[in-house]
């Protein structure tokens, strides 16, 4: 195991060592915690060392740590925010009913002093010198004892004291489904620098941006817990739980009441782990000798699914290995843990009861974010589109693959969630930082289905063929990085060599819709005009099948003008017709079909359903 781990840690650090080579660059965070829990007052106190590299060009004289567990405190922001928007997360208000009216209850305001989370910072020393500390809600402001200069390191070191609140969102205790511990977002952990400055955001139950680096953790608890989570345990032959070396038999003397389980993940940007007295732990061996853990309750109506879900997890990391990349740790953990489903470093807390499709939809989609977030390090808080979105398409992108009933389009329900949205009137723009939508519905359909049309419908642009090769080619050149929307963009430019920079902008900056329609279908005798027009703002290559009453097809392609490129035919079966291009500031276009009118039976704009035109009446003309 050590040996194991020792070539990954320098594997995993080689990405980080390009990176540096080149006008890229990103800092780098190595924490070193021993951390000791109280079972019964739910309570928790531990010791960080933390090397912290400024990779940077700027003189650092403040730094930033997050403390998650602030926000579970009657008055906090995220408190706040459940008072304040329209349509609060479900789980996290109560419903109660005021003067025959259903009024939804911040479930936070309610907590009693034992029941909320915190985390309290003491002795914060800088290489041995006190800095000075002031704890601003979920944010801890560090004035540093000295600078840190660009390229240099410097050691921070602090006690912290904890306590595990009631669970109202990932992280907490005694959840409805009888989870103990559910360990997310629980240490002091250091915020972001990178090239837009601080990403020192307050907690308001969004998403997360981290810091790359090692994690040296040890956990003391009472010996009955099982625990799993992130990193890889060093001493699995003293623990046991599960963990220990075939035919090891793992015994504790008699007076042993606590066990310390030491965990290191290499290359990660968080720690996250659970624990319960009932888990059932199963490891089963995956793809390129990948030990996938499965930690559930020892609970009867649910043991079946969790068996069942284990070879269709094995199956699904090949499948994302084969279409993204290799899978670059050797453990992945599915957890239950009680609230949804969250993906973390080396794995996943997510929900345990209910059907099997269920836990295998979130098992599918968590294990997916360990390609979209845990290895391409994107900014989810400003971008979430980058992580859920893309996680989303290779969800149904593998899903419908395992399927026994294959669909041809298994994006669709996406289309038609977007199309909601659309005429909701309540679309805001993907720009919007994570935190700062009106609603959350908008949210999530901006962050999961638009996030995923964008690749799905990118494969409308530049071809499926250049859109698996972008999907590669983006995890290989990011992977251990910070990818931007800018480095998405310019990966599926340089596979396809097409300009995408009005994609980009219009899909993901501004609120502009595609709408394209047939206007006019004119006989000219020997031939046909077909008149097309562009209604919305967003301009779009034209991909558009005529089908005549003799049963043959042809289809025909309209070039986007600004993107300079010409499509492969997706469908070489079929006879294909490359018009002239569609300049943007022309609304309308006319092109003729070498027959007479009433030898065409059908013109389908778009047959694929691929491009999301908001309109599709007028998609279609027949004649009649």
Not at 24 to 38: E, G, I, L, T
Not at 163 to 181: D, H, K, L, M, T
Not at 396 to 420: C, I, R, T
Not at 575 to 590: C, E, G, I, P, Q
């Amino acid at each position: 195991m050590r040996k194991l781990l020792l070539i990954s840690i320098v594997t995993l650090n080689l990405g980080s060592i390009y990176a540096q080579s080149s006008t890229y660059w990103q800092q780098h965070a190595d924490y070193k915690m021993d951390v000791v829990m109280d079972v019964k007052n739910y309570q928790y106190k531990g010791k960080q060392e933390l090397v912290y590299t400024n990779n940077s060009s700027d003189t650092l004289r403040k730094v930033y740590y997050h403390l998650f567990n602030n926000a579970f405190q009657p008055g906090s922001e995220m408190d706040a925010r459940l008072h304040n928007i329209k349509d609060p997360d479900a789980r996290m208000v109560n419903k109660v009913n005021v003067d025959g009216k259903e009024v939804k209850v911040s479930r936070i305001e309610s907590l009693k002093p034992n029941e909320i989370g915190y985390l309290k910072i003491s002795n914060f020393k800088q290489d041995g010198v006190a800095a000075t500390t002031k704890t601003v809600g979920t944010i801890l402001e560090v004035n540093l004892a000295k600078p840190i200069l660009p390229n240099s390191k410097t050691t921070f070191t602090l006690d912290f004291d904890g306590q595990v609140p009631v669970q109202i969102r990932r992280s907490g205790r005694n959840n409805s489904e009888g989870v103990a511990f559910s360990m997310s977002q629980w240490y002091p952990k250091l915020a972001e620098f990178d090239f837009e400055g601080w990403h020192a955001d307050p907690y308001i139950a969004r998403e997360f941006h981290g810091v790359w680096g090692n994690f040296d953790v040890k956990i003391t608890i009472d010996k009955e817990y099982t625990l799993g989570g992130s990193g890889y345990l060093q001493n699995q032959n003293e623990i046991g739980h599960g963990y220990e070396d075939a035919g090891v038999k793992v015994t504790y003397p008699k007076k042993t009441k606590t066990l310390t389980w030491h965990f290191i993940a290499p290359m990660v940007h968080d720690f996250t782990w659970a624990a319960d007295k009932d888990y059932i732990h199963d490891v089963v061996k995956g793809p390129n000798n990948v030990d996938l853990h499965f930690l559930y309750k020892n609970n009867p109506k649910i043991i079946d699914n969790w068996k069942k879900l284990q070879p269709m997890m094995v199956n699904m990391l090949d499948f994302f290995n084969k279409n993204i990349g290799d899978y670059p740790y050797k453990q992945y953990s599915f957890i239950q843990g009680g609230d949804g489903g969250m993906e973390y470093a080396m794995c996943t807390l997510m929900l345990g009861n209910g059907k099997l499709e269920g836990i295998y939809g979130t098992a599918t989609h968590e294990l997916a974010h360990s390609w979209f977030q845990h290895v391409l390090a994107s900014n989810e808080s400003k971008h979430p589109w980058m992580d859920e979105g893309f996680t989303t398409y290779v969800q149904d992108w593998g899903e419908n693959e395992m399927s026994a009933k294959k669909v041809e389009n298994p994006f669709k329900g996406n289309y038609n969630a977007y199309y909601k949205l659309i005429e909701s009137g309540k679309e805001q723009s993907q720009s919007t930082h994570g935190d700062r939508y009106d609603e959350n519905r908008p949210y999530s359909v901006s962050s999961y289905v638009k996030g995923s049309l964008f690749l799905s419908q990118l494969g409308y642009l530049i071809g499926q063929d250049k859109l698996a090769e972008t999907i590669k080619r983006y995890y290989h050149d990011f992977k251990f990085k910070h990818p931007t929307p800018n480095d998405v963009k310019r990966t599926a430019e340089r596979v396809s060599g097409a300009n995408l920079d009005w994609y980009l902008m219009d899909w993901t900056q501004t609120t502009n819709t595609i709408d394209y329609g047939i206007k006019a279908v004119t006989d000219n005798g020997a031939n046909t005009t077909v008149s097309l027009e562009r209604i919305g703002r967003m301009p779009m290559p034209i991909d558009l099948i005529v089908e005549y009453t003799d049963g043959t097809t042809e289809s025909f392609y309209v070039p986007l003008r600004m993107m300079n490129f010409e499509k492969e035919n997706p469908n070489p079966s079929v006879k294909r017709t490359v018009l002239n291009d569609w300049a943007w500031a022309a609304s309308n276009y006319d092109f003729t079909i070498a027959k007479a009118k009433n030898s065409i039976k059908k013109i389908t704009i778009d047959p694929s359903g691929l491009m999301a035109d908001v309109k599709q009446t007028n998609n279609l003309y027949e004649m009649k």
